[in-house]
């Protein structure tokens, strides 16, 4: 089937098969290796990607339902400007460690920051739950996104450039 | 010092970018390429002409394998090969040797031995389309009983799993004894308190977010083979490919790149890692091998699966006399596991603990049973978690006896700083510890006496008539934990005849930039960044200045690698010694550059000066540039400034901590929640206090997962129970709290620098503090974790349920 998919602001199009997953076709057929993959059952939330800005598991949905709509990914998060602040949160707060969790939990992050940007912790936590780490016992994960809703991105992006 | 506030750094000092010359918080320099999703694991690796393989895997615990007929997936559209045991036989390649002496199948031949194991390999031009003909791969199986509980594995009419050896009439693998148990039952005699209690550290399994996978590509041409896997260890797995498949040595390149989280998943080497190099052999093509969750969960390295017995001895008063336990170790169908040679129990006989008694005795029988094969792994420090949770619940369990605080119990059989280095009964040496000031820290953070207050007003108020029947049972839990981390020394430890010691190179260019080559492989712990600050602490030139390289067996120095929390212990002695002998050779080039006599110079902030004349001075990185230049150097001394060292450790290192847990029970649902845990952790000094802390936390959500929710089960056919994230539960931000770190500091006195690693420590050290706190909630001496809401409100009814089996 041929599909198109706005991908981080560019257009994609291409044939794919018909249960092609979407992390599938975001990490083998456009390159995209950011996105990771943990399970075979929707639960770890490594794969998580925005779609037209909500997050969901690219594990779970398949190529041809990304057709005409858009897709965030992590390689999409940093601007021109500089990093997101999410990112800058998680590199303050030592929010990562091996890394595979990181980019599905910084999409589920920003997410929940653009529908409420000053989140407390419980809703952090609430909102990070289908994003497993084995890591960092979540604890810096939440100072990170704390970090990120304390510093606006033109804030952020005015630091980097210093 | 709580989490809250950021410890100082140790050296004030700054380097142009701000990060300290040394030790202090400094952010990670791995971060850049996480952050942006431009690491590269594995599963990113990407060659030309590249082909994909899956394993197809047996459904049976038990099972004589009568056929394999590949006709139809070989002639699926897109299949490449397709390699069974059959195939493998020809190459001698059906079986390989395991890390303790056995052998273990690459793919079945004979019999399968557990669910989920390996039985043919089929290679296409895509993952979907290998796994499509798995389907096409036609198996015929005779099924057999299987052997699943550990408790009936030498029952003399139990089946014999390993007819695969010569000789095999039974199921039992080897038996091991540590201690003295003439002392031991002396002590017992005389105690006036005895206490015996039946315990399972059940199965569980490491789960790193990423699971295991290789890309191997066997050149032809060159005859060179390069191998990107999932491995902590890429030397060993480079000498074991070359001994296991006649490879040359010189010819195989292991690369680990990123990896996704390690935890002793990724130390043994498995099947599918073969596989990929030999369907490379076969196709002459790159070939990717990616294992789902299922497969990580059902085949790879699981975890524990001890079931102990133990059996304390004291005085009335609380006095500690003895310890002893007998061990019965269900170690899989195949003894697969990863830990020195001499040590077939792993560092087990360090159970009794943090605790000043003279005697102590250990019996160790492990069995075949019908389970994946496994044992050491889940950052356990080589089963010093399942020591440290032995020796954690009987204190409790006397205490329970005993009508005595925990607390004061414990503090009472502390060992005392004074007795340092202590040989303890099993003969281990504990380098040093300050254990009463850790546990008075945990309980002066965590506020103990009105933590116990609160509890005693609860209980009162729950046992007044008309009492609210759902209000929460509080429980406090307490444990003290001494680990032995950092293996070598290599005349005493070794893997597959591998002494335990590591290299490290340390080389600077000409400006005084310098790159660093180890031998262990960083999984998360952040080695770019810490590795860096130990130079920078010896030389003084700023972190981000020294690139540090790993994971790649054509560029850094043989070694051992990275489990059991030993990178900062070998290795970070390793850059601290290659450090040191670049300051003295620096020194000998500062006295031709300087025209004076080394005697003359002194240190100072990374640059030696004259004695008396500081202006007369070079710095590290215009003594690098000298060291290549054409400056005449005393007779015997060659140019350049580098060093490269192997570092065979001289002891273990001991960390230690204190850790308390306060826990909430719903008296009606049985559901345990974690209301608050704190951690004081001794890891002597902490290179980077935001890394130790993040190990820390990590290890914490262990404690909880394990204690909480992990547990691969079996069914009385052998199915495990276990086989997927909906099945095998990791805690998530919900079950985890807000972790309230504590610490002291306590100096290895043997480490050059002093550090000790803790990688592993919070893992080690929290489940029994999580199982004491439930246990002391429910008010009851002893029942089996994981406490799940069911195995919980069971206990709770008094008809407490076996963790590891789903039959009763
Ligand atoms: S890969 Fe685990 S939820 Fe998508
Ligand atoms: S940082 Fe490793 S899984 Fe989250």
Redesign the interface.
């Known amino acids: 089937m041929r599909i198109s998919v706005r991908v981080n602001g560019d257009e994609a199009s291409g044939d794919v098969e018909p249960r092609l997953l979407l992390v599938h076709y975001l990490r083998q057929t456009l390159g995209l290796t950011g996105t990771h993959w943990g399970c075979d059952t929707s639960n770890c939330g490594a794969c998580t990607v925005l779609l037209d800005g909500v997050p969901v598991k690219s594990c779970t949905v398949l190529a041809v339902m990304a057709d005409g709509h858009a897709v965030t990914t992590v390689e999409g998060l940093a601007t021109s400007d500089g990093l997101d602040p999410v990112q800058e949160g998680f590199m303050q707060e030592h929010g990562l460690q091996c890394g595979f969790c990181t980019p599905g939990m910084m999409l589920t992050a920003r997410a929940l920051l653009d529908r409420d940007p000053d989140p407390d912790e419980a809703t952090i936590r609430e909102a990070i739950s289908g994003n497993l780490c084995r890591c960092t016992g979540y604890e810096n994960i939440v100072r990170a996104i704390r970090w990120a809703a304390g510093h606006p991105a033109a804030e952020v992006a005015k630091e980097a450039s210093l | 010092m709580t989490?809250t506030e950021r410890p100082a750094d140790s050296d004030d000092l700054r380097s142009p970018a701000g990060n300290p010359l040394g030790f202090g918080r400094m952010?990670?320099k791995?971060?850049a390429?996480?952050?942006?999703?431009?690491?590269?694991?594995v599963?990113?690796v990407?060659l030309p002409g590249m082909l994909h393989g899956a394993i197809l895997r047996s459904p049976y615990a038990h099972a004589r394998i009568l056929s394999v007929d590949t006709t139809a997936a070989d002639a699926h559209p897109g299949v490449k090969a397709v390699i069974t045991g059959k195939t493998l036989e020809g190459l001698n390649l059906a079986w390989m040797p395991t890390l303790s002496g056995d052998v273990t199948a690459v793919l079945a031949t004979d019999k399968v031995r557990f669910q989920g194991q390996e039985v043919a390999f089929v290679i296409a031009d895509d993952e979907?389309t290998a796994r499509d003909a798995l389907e096409l791969v036609d198996v015929e199986y005779e099924p057999l009983p299987a052997v699943v509980d550990a408790r009936h594995a030498l029952d003399p009419d139990a089946p014999v799993i390993r007819d695969d050896l010569d000789g095999r009439t039974d199921n039992h693998i080897y038996d091991w004894e540590a201690g003295d148990a003439e002392a031991c039952e002396a002590a017992f005699a005389r105690a006036d308190v005895v206490v015996a209690e039946d315990m399972i550290y059940p199965r569980v399994h490491?789960?790193?977010?990423?699971?295991c996978g290789s890309v191997a590509y066997m050149d032809k041409v060159t005859g060179k083979l390069t191998v990107w896997t999932t491995t902590q260890a890429p030397h060993a797995h480079r000498t074991v490919y070359a001994l296991v498949a006649g490879l040359p040595e010189h010819k195989i390149q292991i690369i680990s790149p990123?990896?996704?989280?390690g935890?002793g998943n990724k130390v043994g080497i498995y099947p599918g890692y073969v596989l990929s190099i030999v369907g490379s052999i076969v196709t002459g093509a790159p070939v990717k091998w990616m294992e789902?969750?299922?497969e990580n969960l059902m085949s790879t390295s699981f975890a524990r699966d001890y079931h102990m017995h133990g059996e304390i001895a004291a005085t009335k008063d609380g006095k500690i006399l003895a310890l002893r336990v007998n061990v019965l170790a269900d170690h899989g169908a195949f003894n697969g596991v990863a830990q020195p040679t001499k040590f077939p129990a792993g560092f087990f006989h360090v159970f009794t603990g943090s605790y000043d008694y003279p005697a102590a005795h250990c019996k160790v029988t492990a069995v075949y049973t019908n389970k994946a094969l496994g044992g050491v792994a889940y950052a356990c420090s080589f089963r010093i978690t399942e020591a440290v949770y032995l020796v954690e619940r009987m204190v409790d369990c006397l205490a329970f006896e005993l009508k005595m605080d925990p607390a004061e119990l414990r503090m009472k059989n502390l060992l005392r700083p004074e007795q340092f280095p202590y040989t303890s009964p099993t003969g281990w040496v504990y380098d040093s510890g300050d254990y009463p000031r850790a546990l008075a820290e945990a309980m002066r953070i965590a506020g103990y006496d009105e933590l116990r207050k609160e509890q005693a007003e609860r209980r009162a108020a729950a046992a007044r008539p008309g009492a609210d029947p759902s209000a929460p049972l509080m429980g406090i839990g307490l444990s003290f934990f001494t680990e032995a981390v950092g293996a070598g020394p290599r005349k005493h430890m070794d893997i597959l005849g591998l002494g335990m010691a590591d290299g490290c190179e340390l080389r600077l260019h000409p400006t005084g930039k310098a790159q660093l080559r180890l031998s262990v492989q960083t999984?998360?712990?952040?080695h770019e960044t810490t590795f860096a600050q130990i130079v920078s602490h010896v030389i003084g030139i700023p972190p981000e200045d020294i690139e540090v390289l790993h994971g790649d067996t054509d560029n850094t120095p043989f070694g051992l690698g990275t489990y059991g929390s030993r990178s900062t212990p070998v290795s970070g002695a390793a850059a601290a010694v290659a450090a040191q002998r670049v300051k003295e050779k620096a020194r000998i080039v500062a006295a031709a550059a300087l025209e004076c006599s080394v005697e003359d110079l002194e240190w100072e902030h990374g640059r030696w000066y004259v004695r008396g004349d500081p202006e007369s001075a070079k710095t590290m990185a215009e003594l690098a540039m000298a060291a290549h230049s054409a400056l005449e150097l005393p007779e015997g001394v060659e140019g350049h400034l580098d060093a490269s060292v192997v570092y065979d450790p001289p002891n273990l290192t001991y960390p230690f901590g204190a850790y308390i847990c306060v826990v909430d029970v719903d008296p009606q649902t049985g559901a345990v929640k974690v209301r608050r845990f704190i951690a004081v952790d001794d890891c002597g000094p902490r290179i980077n206090p935001?890394?130790v802390?993040?190990?820390?936390?990590?290890?914490?959500?262990d404690g909880v997962g394990m204690a909480l929710m992990e547990v691969i089960a079996f069914d009385s056919d052998g199915n495990n129970l276990g086989g997927?994230?909906?099945d095998y539960l990791?805690p998530?931000?919900?079950e985890?709290p807000?972790?309230e770190l504590g610490m002291t500091v306590t100096p290895s006195p043997h480490h050059p620098i002093g550090v000790k690693g803790v990688g592993e420590s919070a893992t080690v050290g929290s489940p029994a503090a999580v199982v004491n706190a439930v246990l002391d909630a429910l008010g009851l001496r002893h029942a089996d974790m994981p406490f799940t809401p069911a195995m919980t409100w069971r206990a709770m009814q008094g008809r407490p349920m076996r963790p590891d089996l789903a039959i009763e």
């Open positions: 989490t952010l990670r791995e971060d390429r996480f952050l942006r999703g431009h690491g590269r694991y599963d990113d990407v979907y490491p789960a790193p977010m990423e699971t990123d990896i996704g989280g935890f789902d969750r299922s999984q998360g712990q952040g935001m890394i802390e993040g190990q820390v936390h990590g290890g914490l959500a997927s994230f909906m990791l998530t931000s919900m985890c807000s972790w």
